[in-house]
């Protein structure tokens, strides 16, 4: 195993000779630009983003924000029996309905008493910290679920009756259920901590103390407390518990395990601790205790480290060591679920991030192979080689395949001393493929900090899709796609959604497969977001396939969700190529030829002479990249750009725009070898004089004529977008000239004046309406709606890209 890793090597730098850091900083940028492209060829951008307000506008979207004060969440759980979603929050447990989080919900407020409040405020403690935050919320059964809070540092649990009566939704304290949750919650808000429930037992990882020393994994049930040895480092140092899962390893009960993924520091030589690992570590859900040694503790406790890496040139391999999250994508049978991680870099100068995926049967192997030794902490690991006791310390205790043990206690005393003294395995678990299956490496780039995880069935296969997180507000739709041939991994970013209005890290993501939906936390509520709308990739095969969203699929009219066949055999055809999104290929015949199409959009741009224009086209997708051809003379070329002439995101700009410009402009897209028409814009210059005596006119006239105010209206103007500030010169009246652009009629010959007064309506109050707009628009309320962008027809250019 090559233990030299990047950061390790910077950090030798920070600490070590600090006065080389710049070199090694740079070199390490250096590094990972090379590591960028080494990986895969994938796009930053997404093929669609869409803000907060168009979520909203799509109704893909339901927040809830509670009491208009922060939500601040700490934990959520989904009831799909009772359609609910329960979200433990601060001095406060909600439960919403899954159809839609902002309406009917219920609430139990839990706070501190005061006397708790007090007692905290005298140790020290800011009030805030001194509320009762809900950091555990499992379903204990059928009827209750178990709440656990920390109560002003004084951690607490209770029952909470839920379920349906005839007279309608039934959620309440059970108040003499309330209970010490010492041991099962943390005291401080801000501590890590990790639960699950299985069988009436609580599995959690918390530190249990007030001051955060005794980092435990536990289990508890309703006569004993099983852990991890207090004070012992080998077993944990200073974890933080991340998530944990009951997983069966056969159809022996006996046999189910209970995982639990942490991070924790590695300790080296003098027992300075540095390193960061990642671990998955486990215990056996029956395991007991020994009898006369390790009572009340793991007989079967052991872990291994998780590698997420990539190899860089030089055989130097970067790490990514610090978990981040964790979801485990269950399989039908329970036993083989895949894990994914969620990683970053431990470096303190650079974060990157990686998501590595793990399968059990890699988990399981490296729990049955050699266990790791060393003869003292400075030297290095190596593999167990004498004899192991039998029977095999870390295995249950089962009739059937333990051995023939009825439980732990009967183990014999060599085997739990072993177990205690070797609870590290020497084979880590290496991700599938050996590599990440995402990668964000350009520093600078926004911090990720949860997944969950779909898996989709596509015509061409399964696929997952990954949905991440971030710091701010957004979720990522990604799925990731492995060229067995090439040996790499290709992302495709396929929607990048803002679930909140303001920027707050994202705290939760819960998946709904069944109901398609995403459940999201962060501390300003919680947001509901349908996972795909399909019909805004466009109306055509070609917007569809080039998608390569596994959810949708062309039907023949429009882009719509994908069944896999009989479950849907009413539709003739459904058109999807998610591995390659050749839409030449698929879509081929069932369009008209991109030369005949009848009508691409058309428009017309007036210019001024030597003053500067824009000629928007802003494609759907944000991974098309843009042609733009000037017809002119029977002959058509494409427009390189230059100093004066700049292609810009939001269209072609004319810097100084000159009589020779005139022409057709054909805005072209190519995407996949793709190519598709957007518009055609006529760009007509006018000199600079006759504009500027209409204008002198106009500025008479506008002395003698009272202000004619703009007209308002809540639709979004008709057909295209044009920059306002391209076309009006500075020099232009205000807004209340009408009749200037009259003269422009007669200028150019312009023979429909209903247009061309609609046009120039637009631009004057275009920025007024936008204001207007922005005001009105009430994004709790959401009464007063535009018109969605899925509304719109496929080839037209997005409005708001101006001035979002
Ligand atoms: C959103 O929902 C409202 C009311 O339920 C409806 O009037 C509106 O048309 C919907 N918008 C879209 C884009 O579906
Ligand atoms: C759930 O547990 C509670 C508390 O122990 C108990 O009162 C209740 O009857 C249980 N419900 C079911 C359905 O077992
Ligand atoms: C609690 O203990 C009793 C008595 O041993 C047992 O019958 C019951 O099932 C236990 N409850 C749970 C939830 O494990
Ligand atoms: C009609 C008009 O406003 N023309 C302007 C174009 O830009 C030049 C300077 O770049 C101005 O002097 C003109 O007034």
Request: with cysteine; charged share 25%.
């Amino acid at each position: 195993m090559v233990k030299t890793s990047l950061h390790g090597l910077c950090c030798l730098c920070l600490v070590d000779l600090q006065d080389f850091c710049g070199v090694c900083v740079s070199m390490m940028l250096l590094y990972l630009i090379l590591l960028g492209t080494a990986h895969t060829a994938s796009s930053i951008y997404p093929r669609i983003r869409l803000s907060h307000k168009e979520l909203w506008q799509l109704n893909r979207t339901w927040v809830f924000q509670g009491h208009g004060a922060s939500l601040q969440p700490q934990t959520m759980l989904l009831d799909e029996g009772h359609e609910r979603l329960y979200v433990g929050a601060k001095n406060t447990l909600f439960s919403l309905s899954l159809d839609r989080v902002n309406t009917h919900h219920r609430e139990i407020q839990w706070a501190s008493t005061e006397p708790q409040i007090e007692e905290c405020l005298l140790k020290g403690r800011e009030k805030s910290e001194c509320a009762n935050y809900i950091k555990v919320l499992q379903q204990y059964n059928q009827t209750h679920l178990l709440v656990c809070g920390t109560g002003a540092f004084n951690p607490t649990c209770v029952l909470i009756r839920v379920g349906q009566t005839g007279q309608g939704r039934l959620f309440a304290l059970e108040e003499d259920s309330i209970m010490s949750g010492r041991g099962r919650c943390p005291y401080d808000p801000n501590s890590p901590c990790t639960s699950t429930l299985s069988r009436g037992e609580l599995y959690i990882g918390l530190y249990t103390d007030y001051w955060e020393n005794d980092g435990a994994f536990c289990r508890l049930n309703n006569q004993t407390y099983t852990r991890t040895e207090r004070d012992d480092r080998q077993q944990l140092n200073e974890p933080k518990f991340v998530g944990s899962a009951v997983i069966p390893d056969n159809d022996d009960r006996d046999d189910d395990k209970v995982y639990l993924f942490f991070t924790e520091r590695e300790m080296d030589a003098e027992g300075m601790n540095k390193a960061v690992y990642t671990r998955v570590g486990r215990v056996c859900a029956n395991d007991q205790g020994g009898q006369r040694m390790l009572v009340n503790r793991w007989s079967s406790f052991l872990k291994t480290r998780l590698i997420c890496s990539v190899a860089g040139p030089n055989g130097i391999d970067t790490h990514f060591d610090e978990l981040e999250d964790v979801f485990v994508l269950k399989n039908k049978d329970g036993k083989n679920p895949e894990i994914f991680g969620l990683f970053s870099t431990t470096s303190a100068v650079f974060k990157g991030y990686a998501v590595c995926v793990y399968h059990m049967d890699d988990i399981r192997a490296a729990f049955n192979g050699p266990f790791a030794y060393r003869e003292r902490p400075e030297h290095h690991w190596t593999p167990y080689e004498d004899r192991v006791p039998y029977p095999r310390p870390g295995s249950c205790a089962s009739k059937v395949n333990g051995g023939g043990f009825a439980s732990s206690k009967e183990f014999p005393d060599e085997v739990l001393r072993f177990v205690r003294s070797h609870p590290v395995m020497y084979r880590p678990v290496l991700p599938q493929h050996r590599r990440p299956v995402l990668l964000q490496t350009e520093p600078g780039r926004r911090k990720l900090t949860q997944i969950a995880v779909d898996r989709v069935q596509a015509q061409d296969g399964h696929y997952h899709v990954l949905y991440i997180g971030t710091d701010d507000s957004v979720v990522l739709k990604v799925i990731t796609i492995y060229n067995k041939e090439t040996d790499s991994m290709e992302e495709v970013l396929l929607e990048e959604l803002q679930v909140f209005k303001v920027p707050a890290p994202i705290r939760e993501i819960i998946i709904s497969p069944k109901r398609q939906q995403l459940y999201v936390g962060s501390e300003v509520g919680v947001a509901q977001v349908r996972l795909h709308q399909c019909d805004l990739y466009g109306s055509e095969c070609a917007d569809c396939c080039l998608a390569r969203d596994p959810y949708c699929a062309w039907d023949g009219i429009t882009c719509s969700r994908y069944y896999p066949a009989g479950a849907y055999t009413k539709r003739r055809f459904r058109r999807q190529d998610v591995r390659h999104g050749n839409a030449v290929q698929l879509c081929n015949g069932l369009q008209i030829d991109d030369e005949q199409r009848p009508r691409s959009e058309e428009r017309l741009v007036y210019g001024v002479e030597s003053n500067s224009t824009l000629l928007e086209c802003v494609p759907r997708s944000l991974q098309a990249k843009v042609l733009w051809l000037l017809q002119k003379d029977g002959e058509k070329h494409e427009v390189r750009g230059d100093e004066r002439v700049i292609m810009t995101p939001h269209g072609l700009l004319f810097l100084r725009v000159r009589s020779s410009d005139a022409g057709v402009y054909v805005c072209q897209t190519v995407e996949h070898g793709y190519v598709h028409t957007l518009l055609h814009i006529s760009l007509q210059v006018l000199r600079g004089e006759r504009v500027e005596s209409a204008i002198h006119r106009a500025n008479d006239a506008d002395r003698e004529k009272a202000a004619a105010p703009c007209h308002i209206s809540m639709d979004p103007p008709p057909g295209p977008s044009i920059s306002p500030r391209a076309l009006v010169p500075s020099s232009v009246p205000g807004p209340h000239s009408k009749l200037w652009y009259k003269e422009f009629l007669h200028l150019i010959g312009y023979g429909d004046a209903q247009r061309v007064e609609e046009y120039c309506e637009r631009v004057w109050c275009a920025d007024k309406k936008r204001k207007k707009t922005k005001r009105r628009y009430v994004p709790s309320g959401g009464e007063k709606r535009g018109k969605g962008r899925g509304e719109e027809n496929s080839h037209r250019v997005p409005r708001q890209t101006l001035d979002t």
